[in-house]
């Protein structure tokens, strides 16, 4: 059974362009969340889907955005990169409720 | 503002010996707190949880203490092995947020052969 996948695995991007980020989620889960990673830092939440709808959202600005399809993945797109956003970026899904938040591996995003 | 940390960035210890790793926590509203684990290139990993209506829980070599009058939380390992060595972070969640964890920043255990 496989568990959260996601992709690519490591994307280098340039200042100012535009990226999206993939997660199928664990089989049985149908809500998808997102955190970013700086390094030697704990996971920042970004925000969730469930039923192909952003559920709640953290602090951060309207350039990260995403998207649930009804098969329960789900993309991550940030416009505009900045350098800041270089970051591993997190994708965790769930059943209804929280017992079994399961992470991937994520994505290390390096934005030059 | 809320806020979870870990008192020590770093720790080590002897394989065979028992590791305690601890978090402090602020808000008082917080009523489900989870442990991972995080290797190298790696997401986290599920360790333990414990709610607020509990304050031990036990796990295979694994042990969660809740002190809520005080807003700690702390994990014990016993028996070190070198594949504990990792990253641990606590995160926590609470009632009304039941969907968006709060991180640590982390403890960096290294277990000494």
């Known amino acids: 059974d496989a568990g959260v996948t996601q992709s690519p695995t490591h994307l280098i991007k340039t200042r100012g362009q535009q990226v999206t980020l993939r997660c199928s989620p664990k089989s049985g889960h149908d809500t998808v969340s997102w955190y970013q990673q700086a390094l030697g830092q704990g996971p920042q939440f970004i925000f969730q889907y469930y039923e192909e709808e952003e559920r709640q959202r953290g602090n951060f600005p309207d350039r990260f955005s995403g998207h649930q399809f009804p098969n329960y993945s789900s993309e991550l797109n940030v416009n505009a990169l900045l350098l800041g956003d270089s970051a591993l970026y997190l994708c965790?899904?769930?059943?209804?409720?929280?017992?079994?938040?399961?992470f991937g591996s994520g994505t290390r995003l390096t934005v030059v | 503002g809320e806020s979870v940390g870990l008192h020590l960035p770093t720790l080590s210890v002897q394989e065979g010996d028992n590791s305690i790793i601890n978090c402090a926590y602020s808000?008082?509203?917080?009523?489900?707190f989870i442990w991972y684990k995080q290797e190298s290139g790696k997401g986290p990993q599920f360790i333990i949880d414990?709610?607020?209506?509990?304050d031990k829980r036990q796990g295979q070599r694994v042990t969660v203490l809740l002190n809520k009058t005080v807003k700690h939380l702390s994990l014990q390992i016993a028996a070190t092995q070198p594949g504990d060595s990792a990253v641990y972070f606590c995160a926590e969640t609470s009632r009304g947020n039941d969907y968006k964890l709060s991180f640590g920043a982390g403890t960096t255990v290294t277990v000494r052969a």
């Open positions: 414990i709610r607020s209506n509990m």
């Open positions: 965790a899904s769930t059943p209804m409720g929280l017992e079994g938040y399961t």
């Open positions: 808000n008082s509203a917080s009523d489900y």
